[in-house]
């Protein structure tokens, strides 16, 4: 089955504790990108990448890292956690410039 | 760079057609127009994606007019489980000739019965 699958769900951490959101899609995608949803502010992308050890950054990179080392799996590195960085994650996958993402599950994160 | 604007809330009734707009100005010419829905706590869900004129499947229909700075999204007899919040896309090309995806900001659909 075609997915895009993320880890963790859910996760309550502390501040300042370096914490990895993996993403993985197995449809051989080119694109994958990463997204936060806030309430009444939609999807904002964080970082995007085209290919492999291609990444760009997207609206509200700040705070984060991303690395793309194979096709298939594209991590969300928060290196020092803040709390303004409480938010649901996306992690999203598409053929380049075909328009249909897929999205994962998504990842509840909590930061106190 | 491109920018999207859509209503941020709609209203309908059950068994009635809904059309929603997004202006979309200055979108990449060789991109297609996308749009999403998503229900609370999921991810975005593939509707329907055109570049031009109109398309339809077999949930909803999609007009583009020819200068491509507006879609309409229109969903045929609406039910309450199309209850949901309704975002159109778009690619760009920034200055520094990087594609980018724009997201609209989202239409809220509440369907009554």
């Known amino acids: 089955e075609a997915q895009v699958t993320q880890n963790p769900r859910y996760l309550i951490t502390v501040t300042g504790k370096k914490l990895t959101v993996t993403c993985s899609q197995n449809?051989?995608?080119?694109?994958m990108s990463w997204y936060r949803q806030d309430p009444g502010l939609g999807l904002r992308q964080i970082y995007y990448?085209?290919?492999?050890?291609?990444?760009d950054k997207g609206d509200v990179p700040e705070g984060y890292k991303v690395s793309r080392k194979e096709k298939r799996n594209f991590p969300l590195i928060l290196e020092s956690p803040s709390p303004n960085q409480t938010s649901l994650y996306f992690c999203?996958?598409?053929?380049?410039?075909?328009?249909?993402?897929?999205f994962g599950e998504g990842s509840r994160l909590t930061v106190l | 760079l491109a920018k999207t604007t859509q209503p941020i809330s709609m209203d309908s009734y059950e068994g009635q057609e809904v059309n929603i707009t997004c202006s979309h100005n200055?979108?990449?010419?060789?991109?297609?127009i996308t749009w999403y829905q998503q229900f609370p706590s999921q991810g975005p869900r593939f509707i329907i994606q055109?570049?031009?004129?109109?398309v339809t499947n077999e949930v909803a229909s999609l007009f583009i007019p020819a200068d491509r700075k507006s879609s309409t999204l229109s969903l045929p007899r609406v039910s309450l489980s199309d209850t949901a919040v309704y975002y159109c896309l778009v690619g760009d090309i920034t200055m520094d000739s990087n594609y980018q995806l724009i997201w609209g900001a989202g239409t809220k659909l509440i369907i009554k019965p």
């Open positions: 449809m051989n995608h080119e694109y």
């Open positions: 999203a996958s598409r053929v380049a410039n075909t328009g249909e993402l897929f």
């Open positions: 990448s085209m290919n492999v050890e291609v990444t």
């Open positions: 055109g570049y031009k004129t109109k």
């Open positions: 200055n979108i990449a010419t060789n991109d297609y």
